[in-house]
């Protein structure tokens, strides 16, 4: 059969155009056997017209027929992305664009085919599969609608009850990373929307920059605090007006679910969580307390 010595699987891609001969000398060349084997293979089972398109494993000591039947099955190698919790749709992209090689405006067009104009917090950070070559809309269409049926045990078909979920799911996920905090980040939010306050939530002034500037140096000023967009909840009252990342589950059941909590304010503990509080002077307290911890710090 004129196998070849090294016994291990190989991996080989079929290009979406290619036609059985093409895709015959790529395997072939993979199995290390002669084309015209694959190729007779391909014609004595009728599957000139079903090779697909796909990256292959390819078995050691294949038969030719053997050959043929995997490409025409299109069982091609799964492969796995997993989206983190929190990141901006267009950070989404980028991590797409790197992973799959289809250059980043493709993944945009993709989106907006399936969302509109506006794509901010409509994908859900979880672990997907795909088969090569990957397919934008359809990727972007299972992280849609996992998030889609998330939403629909939380809020139904209530369009505005879904938006107001996203974005206040929005707003815990880059507020905390620690899970427990989750539903009293959201009870602060919702305390402080009931009484008419500002939320004064630094990470929607921050995602107001990256919007209207493009970019953010990391540095937080007092004049960022004082500049107005449409996402800065210091200057502004109530929600913004999009999700400011997208939110995992567990935000989103958070944004459900609150906490039964009086809290209206919350600061940095130092540890990696934060300390809440019911009043402004027990806020200011746990203020002291954190700017003590920094100075240390340093």
Not at 221 to 241: A, Q, S, V
Request: hydrophobic share 40%.
């Amino acid at each position: 059969m004129g196998w070849p010595a090294d016994n291990s699987p190989k991996t080989v891609r079929i290009y979406p155009g290619w036609g059985a001969a093409h895709a015959a000398e790529a395997l072939a060349e993979a199995a290390g056997i002669g084309a015209w084997r694959v190729r007779l293979a391909i014609w004595l089972q009728g599957a000139a017209t079903r090779i697909q398109a796909g990256e292959y494993r390819i078995p050691a000591r294949v038969s030719p027929w053997r050959l043929a039947r995997i490409a025409a099955e299109g069982r091609g190698i799964s492969h796995r992305i997993t989206i983190p919790e929190g990141l901006r749709t267009d950070e989404v992209l980028a991590l797409l664009a790197k992973r799959t090689s289809i250059p980043r405006p493709e993944w945009e067009r993709a989106l907006r085919a399936l969302v509109g104009e506006e794509t901010e917090g409509v994908l859900l950070p979880e672990t997907y599969t795909y088969r090569w070559p990957p397919q934008p809309k359809a990727l972007l269409r299972a992280m849609i609608e996992a998030q889609a049926k998330v939403l629909d045990e939380l809020a139904g078909d209530d369009a505005d009850a879904r938006r107001r979920l996203r974005i206040i799911a929005s707003l815990i996920e880059k507020e905390t990373a620690v899970p427990e905090e989750r539903p009293l980040v959201a009870a602060v939010i919702y305390n402080r929307l009931k009484r008419g306050m500002p939320l004064q939530l630094d990470p929607s002034v921050i995602y107001g920059i990256i919007r209207t500037r493009g970019r953010f140096d990391g540095n937080l000023t007092r004049r960022d605090l004082r500049t107005d967009t449409p996402w800065n909840t210091y200057t502004r009252r109530g929600l913004p007006p999009t999700p400011i990342c997208n939110p995992s589950k567990a935000s989103l059941m958070a944004a459900a679910h609150p906490a039964d909590v009086d809290y209206l304010y919350f600061v940095a503990d130092g540890t990696g969580g934060h300390r809440f509080a019911r009043t402004l002077e027990e806020h200011e307290r746990n203020v002291r307390r954190w700017i003590r911890i920094e100075h240390h710090r340093r």
